[in-house]
């Protein structure tokens, strides 16, 4: 079982339209999470990052939102427009208590499809 | 400035052939990182550079993957002999300190096709 699960696989909603993509971490000792945003033959680009003290980030339309205590995350996107149809990806760091290692663990991420 | 970039954008190769990808960071960087992608799977992790050091290569499948980064500079990834499960999206990324929370910048990834 992977430990970064997410939710829905896929969505499809009409341009203008606002939405929210979930996040369910297992991930211990935890750092930070981010969320990223992958386009199609693209690399994935940071959108937010928030560590275990934050609760809520902002980056333009996007609006993340982290419970550390129920190890949640939400991904709010507002007044969605055709160039946010991508894959968002929910990234989980753990905590290396300053040793060595930055690795990141990855979600599946959704497929978010916006229409015109 | 430019981004991270890798070379080649795709591959295909025959099982039991070599081939070794290469990537070169957003110039500064002294973290560099080697992700993959298999088919209908989430990215993992494979090994993290600092400068020329290893600093964390847990996430390398087998003695079948080397990473090298001569120099500090740009990195490769040989895959000796290749195996059809080792298809898929290698993803470099690179940050420029080993702060946990610095962001990690993704290259646009190498696909490789393993026939």
């Known amino acids: 079982k992977n430990q970064v699960e997410q939710s829905p696989q896929s969505l499809i909603i009409l341009e203008g339209k606002n939405c929210t993509l979930q996040?369910?971490?297992?991930?211990?000792?935890?750092?930070?999470l981010r969320w990223y945003k992958q386009d199609t033959g693209r690399g994935p680009v940071s959108l937010t990052i928030?560590?275990?003290?934050?609760n809520t980030k902002s980056n333009g339309r996007y609006t993340a939102t982290l419970d550390a205590d129920t190890k949640q995350s939400s991904l709010h996107i507002t007044a969605s427009q055709l160039s946010d149809s991508a894959s968002y990806i929910c990234?989980?760091?753990?905590?290396?208590?300053?040793?060595?290692?930055?690795?990141?663990?990855f979600g599946t991420g959704t497929l978010l499809a916006v229409q015109p | 400035e430019a981004g991270v970039t890798q070379f080649p954008s795709h591959s295909v190769i025959e099982k039991g052939q070599t081939v070794t990808l290469r990537c070169d960071p957003i110039?500064?960087?002294?973290?560099l990182y080697w992700y993959r992608r298999v088919m209908g799977k989430e990215i993992k992790f494979l090994l993290h550079?600092?400068?020329?050091?290893?600093?964390?290569e847990s996430g390398m499948p087998n003695n079948r993957f080397l990473a090298e980064r001569t120099g500090g500079t740009y990195s490769t990834l040989k895959v000796q002999p290749a195996e059809l499960e080792d298809s898929g999206v290698y993803f470099c990324?690179?940050?420029?300190?080993?702060?946990?929370?610095?962001?990690?910048?993704f290259g646009p990834g190498t696909r490789l096709t393993v026939l």
């Open positions: 990324a690179s940050s420029q300190t080993r702060l946990q929370t610095d962001t990690q910048y």
């Open positions: 996040c369910n971490y297992t991930v211990s000792p935890f750092s930070n």
């Open positions: 928030m560590t275990f003290s934050e």
């Open positions: 990234v989980v760091s753990p905590d290396n208590y300053g040793g060595a290692t930055n690795k990141l663990i």
């Open positions: 110039s500064g960087h002294d973290n």
């Open positions: 550079f600092v400068k020329e050091s290893k600093q964390d």
